[in-house]
């Protein structure tokens, strides 16, 4: 098993532009997390997704920031436009079921300059 | 409001000296309380989850506990690869809340 695959691992963009993180979860899982960890404020949720379907978005930031999945095994995050308050690293996470752990990526770090 | 507070935020232990990480929380309704270990550049890798006060659990030099106000993750004997941050969350409902984490260092 290849784990959560994440992409790009890093990336290095200027304010105004648009971001599309994206994430694959393993096979057969069927949440999907979207954190943002940064050093003041930690792993923060931002969007959870179950069969698929988005259950809670609250931690999106603001409209800037949207995400989607459009099938069990692919998610992606976007941010448009980004602002220099937007770096951070993002993980994605996946679990089987929502009492369980979760399965981290190795996330993508984000630079807007 | 759910909390997780974490302390020390930073430790530095010698090899061979043991020592405990704590993970004080507040939540309604705890479903699970996870610990993960996260290296540098990497994604948080899962290591325990503990569903009621007085379980315990191990994994090599590490031992998880938990009551009903705190976990303790104590590492015995470290060794200079146990150096990591460790990281302590709580699932009160389908969402893992995260604390900040205790920044671990091992020297040999």
């Known amino acids: 098993d290849a784990g959560v695959i994440q992409s790009p691992r890093h990336e290095v963009t200027e304010m105004g532009q648009e971001v599309t993180l994206r994430c694959k979860p393993i096979s057969g899982h069927n949440s999907l997390f979207w954190y943002r960890q940064t050093m003041m404020r930690g792993l923060e949720l931002l969007i959870y997704f179950n069969n698929n379907v988005p259950i809670d978005d609250s931690g999106m930031p603001e409209d800037r920031f949207s995400a989607k999945m459009p099938n069990a095994s692919f998610s992606t995050l976007k941010i448009q436009p980004s602002e220099p308050r937007d770096s951070a690293v993002y993980f994605c996470?996946?679990?089987?079921?929502?009492?369980?752990?979760?399965?981290f990526g190795s996330g993508t770090r984000l630079t807007v300059v | 409001e759910d909390q997780v507070t974490q302390s020390p935020e930073a430790l530095r232990l010698q090899e061979g000296e043991s020592s405990s990480l704590n993970c004080s929380y507040t939540?309604?309704?705890?479903?699970?309380l996870f610990w993960y270990r996260q290296d540098p550049g990497k994604g948080p890798e899962f290591l325990f989850t503990?569903?009621?006060a007085g379980e315990e659990k191990e994994k090599e030099r590490l031992k998880a506990t938990l009551t009903k106000k705190e976990s303790f993750l104590h590492i015995t004997a470290p060794k200079p690869e146990d150096s990591a941050t460790y990281l302590c969350?709580?699932?009160?409902?389908?969402?893992?809340?995260f604390g900040k984490g205790t920044s671990l260092l091992v020297t040999p």
């Open positions: 939540v309604s309704g705890l479903r699970g």
């Open positions: 503990l569903y009621s």
């Open positions: 969350a709580v699932q009160p409902g389908y969402a893992l809340n």
């Open positions: 996470a996946s679990s089987l079921s929502t009492g369980e752990g979760y399965t």
